[in-house]
């Protein structure tokens, strides 16, 4: 089942694939162009269907398409020559914004994503998601590094602002008073539009909801690792606190590090290094009930075994939309499907049963 038209008005891509005919008898015909066969494809022009999907982030006031594109990947296992092809299909089929971390590749995704956004001129179309708090220059979240690793982000990805920034806890922790202090200043600069949150617990987002009614900025987004197989993250208490706070939730890890795409099934054909041995961790018996209900699902809809899984995570109260990184074009077309895909109670059952 697909819901995205080939291209977009405008891009270059869609662009290469219209070829303007010029008409018998005119001064600018150069030679004779023979009549296209009847069974030759039609083109597509026009924008995309996927650019019509949009959804509030939570209340940041802004619209996004339901999967952010995530780029954990670009500067590792993707070059950047196909980083930017990846980008661009996904731009080309609706999709309007990038999560990107400082801590991605040691920065070098950050430097892939702000070529691509220089090169394309497509600033004001996207919207920009980058986590801070991660690089070894700057760790953690406290008042001065985080100011450094904002700016340092900025360049990176050459633009005057972060549209959401992801305060990363992980990376080392500071009084969250101070925190959201600096990033109050970040936004009056207008360095930063929303405030979102990665590593918090469910106390510090009651505290941060306490600080915001003395003034400081709100959190309204939280990014937490979450999908079919990996509940308890976000489960119990912090599920509870984001529902009640109408924070946005974009997954990260959604295809549990690729396992859910099903292409790898077998511990013999996994890939080297420690992305095989994060999808090694999930072969079995239950990893493979849940890829088999995939399957099932999957073929009843004309989908991807990751589409299923993408369309899983945004049935899912609070669930804005999930990070899912891409290796490939083709991936990009898949996952993307998930966004126009609703699962029936049974099917959710199916799921359900699966993961017991």
Do not use: C
Request: net charge neutral; no cysteine; aromatic share 6%.
């Amino acid at each position: 089942m697909s819901i995205f038209g080939v291209g977009s008005a405008g891009s270059s891509r869609a662009s290469r694939t219209v070829v303007e005919t010029p008409v018998l008898g005119s001064s600018t015909a150069a030679s004779p162009v023979l009549p296209m066969h009847p069974s030759a494809p039609i083109p597509v022009v026009g924008p995309a269907i996927g650019s019509k999907i949009r959804v509030p982030l939570g209340e940041t006031g802004i619209q996004i398409f339901p999967l952010m594109l995530g780029a954990a990947e670009f500067g590792w296992n993707v070059d950047l020559e196909s980083s930017h092809d990846i980008i661009d299909r996904y731009v080309e089929l609706g999709g309007n914004v990038i999560h990107t971390a400082d801590s991605y590749s040691g920065g070098r995704s950050e430097h892939i994503v702000g070529q691509w956004l220089a090169s394309r001129g497509l600033r004001d179309e996207v919207v920009l998601a980058a986590r801070v708090g991660g690089h070894p220059d700057n760790p953690g979240i406290g008042p001065v590094n985080l100011v450094r690793a904002v700016e340092a982000s900025l360049g990176r990805l050459r633009t005057d602002r972060i549209d959401v920034l992801y305060l990363d806890a992980t990376g080392g922790r500071s009084a969250l008073e101070d925190t959201l202090a600096t990033a109050e200043w970040l936004v009056d600069a207008g360095k930063v539009r929303a405030v979102g949150a990665y590593g918090f617990t469910a106390a510090d987002l009651v505290e941060a909801r306490i600080l915001s009614s003395a003034g400081f900025p709100r959190i309204t987004v939280l990014d937490v690792p979450f999908n079919i197989l990996r509940r308890q993250d976000y489960d119990d208490d912090l599920r509870l606190v984001a529902g009640a706070q109408s924070i946005a939730v974009t997954p990260s890890h959604a295809l549990e590090h690729g396992f859910l795409a099903g292409e790898h099934r077998s511990r013999g054909r996994l890939p080297f290094g420690p992305r095989g041995q994060q999808i090694a961790a999930s072969l079995n018996r239950r990893g493979q009930r849940v890829l088999r209900a995939l399957d099932g699902i999957g073929a009843e809809l004309g989908v991807s075994d990751s589409a299923v899984a993408v369309a899983w995570l945004l049935g899912q109260r609070t669930v804005a939309a999930p990070i899912v990184n891409a290796f490939t074009e083709r991936h990009v077309f898949e996952i993307m499907q998930g966004a126009g895909v609703r699962l029936s109670r049974s099917q959710l059952a199916e799921i359900a049963r699966a993961t017991a």
